[in-house]
């Protein structure tokens, strides 16, 4: 059974730190690229970053130089880093893995407001 389970969520005031960390299992972790996505109330879902199977990273044009994403293929887990936030980042962060099939987390809540 495959499981992506989300982590690190939670309320933030503006210009915070949070680290999100997306825990696999069920998949042979070092062969997906790996992403996060994020979708806001009203809104679609969109993508924040992805890292391939190689370490490439790419990242929306919204969190370039403020978010970083990594992988730990010992741990099967992938990080989402984000500093300087801002209330515009306020939505639902899931994690996903692209392969064959693609692999959906619950998602975790990030709150920015002061």
């Known amino acids: 059974q495959v499981q992506l389970v989300e982590s690190g969520g939670g309320l933030v005031q503006p210009g915070g730190s949070l680290r999100l960390s997306c825990a696999a299992s069920g998949i042979i972790f070092s062969s997906y690229v790996m992403g996060w996505y994020r979708q806001a109330p009203g809104k679609q879902r969109e993508l924040v970053a992805r890292?391939?199977?190689?370490?490439?990273?790419i990242y929306a044009v919204s969190v370039r130089g403020r978010f970083t994403i990594s992988r730990d293929n010992a741990k099967n887990t992938v990080y989402l880093q984000m500093n300087r936030l801002k209330p515009e980042d306020t939505a639902v962060y899931y994690c996903k893995a692209d392969g064959p099939i693609d692999y959906w987390g619950q998602g975790t809540q990030v709150t920015v407001s002061s």
């Open positions: 890292i391939t199977v190689g370490g490439n990273t």
